[in-house]
């Protein structure tokens, strides 16, 4: 008598399942193993951002390059540009708007010299990273952004990460904050044609400006205006391409 061992079979359907299975598997893994990285990386990154395009150049003041290690960036960008947030360039954050690069971010604040208690007036909130460094250095913001959807969404991130105290509304730039002039420093993210008078106006006396001005198809230029003892004296600092500084109260041609 001959024996037989006879396996029992598989269903065709647990054989084909079992690869799809298997790749299922393996995109899990490598999702959460990549999300992980990721997270423990975010301080890694900045660190790199902070020696290599800020430290590396020429920003020196340790309180800026701490405020530039400290703010999470990567929060305020889209989700789907998260893994450029400390590259060294602007990034779209909707609207056709844009987060200045880390270096002109650092740049610009470094240039109002900021202080705890100093009270600071931003023309363009846009993501709301400006503000955020701002108020890291213990600075008393005022923000202004034209666009309603952009302003909302800044307000509710700040204090959402706990960036207080910053006050944001939706306005027009070229009216600066006349209610809670005048300002120890005044930073603009956007760029208009000619410096606007108002804004120079809200400037205290022995207070600093950093604003880029020239047209947005030609070259503007990063300038500083210092106001003391009523006069006001204004430096070039470099060539630089911004986003236009609209007036919302000026028909276009």
């Known amino acids: ?69 400290e703010v999470p960036r990567h929060h305020f960008v889209p989700i789907e540009y998260q893994k450029f947030a400390y590259d060294d360039r602007p990034l779209p954050i909707g609207f056709e ?36 460094v ?43 904050w006349p209610e809670a002039a005048p300002f120890d420093a005044i930073i603009v993210t956007a760029a208009p044609e000619k410096m606007p008078p108002v804004l120079v106006e809200q400037l205290k006396d022995g207070g600093t400006m950093v604003i880029p001005v020239g047209p947005v198809n030609n070259l503007q230029y990063l300038k500083i205006a210092k106001k003391r003892d009523g006069k006001v004296t204004t430096d070039t600092l470099m060539p630089v391409r911004f986003v236009p500084m609209i007036d919302r109260d000026v028909q276009p041609n």
């Not at 690069?101 to 709301?128: C, D, H, N, R, W």
């Not at 959807?149 to 009216?175: C, S, T």
Request: with cysteine.
């Open 1 to 69: 008598m001959l024996n037989h061992s006879v396996s029992t079979p598989k269903p065709a359907m647990a054989l084909k399942s079992r690869p799809l299975l298997f790749i299922l598997l393996l995109v899990v893994i490598f999702s959460f193993s990549d999300n992980g990285m990721k997270a423990q990386n975010w301080v890694q990154l900045r660190e790199k951002m902070v020696n290599e395009q800020l430290r590396g150049r020429d920003i020196s003041s340790s309180n800026v390059l701490n405020a530039m290690r």
């Open 97 to 132: 708007q844009t987060i200045s690069q880390p270096y002109m971010v650092a740049f610009m604040t470094e240039q109002i010299e900021p202080k705890p208690g100093m009270k600071v007036l931003e023309i363009g909130t846009g993501s709301g990273y400006q503000a955020a």
């Open 134 to 176: 701002l108020a890291h250095l213990g600075c008393e913001v005022y923000t202004i952004e034209l666009l309603p959807e952009l302003a909302e969404r800044a307000d509710k991130l700040l204090k959402q990460l706990k960036y207080q105290p910053v006050n944001i509304k939706a306005g027009n730039g070229y009216d600066g």
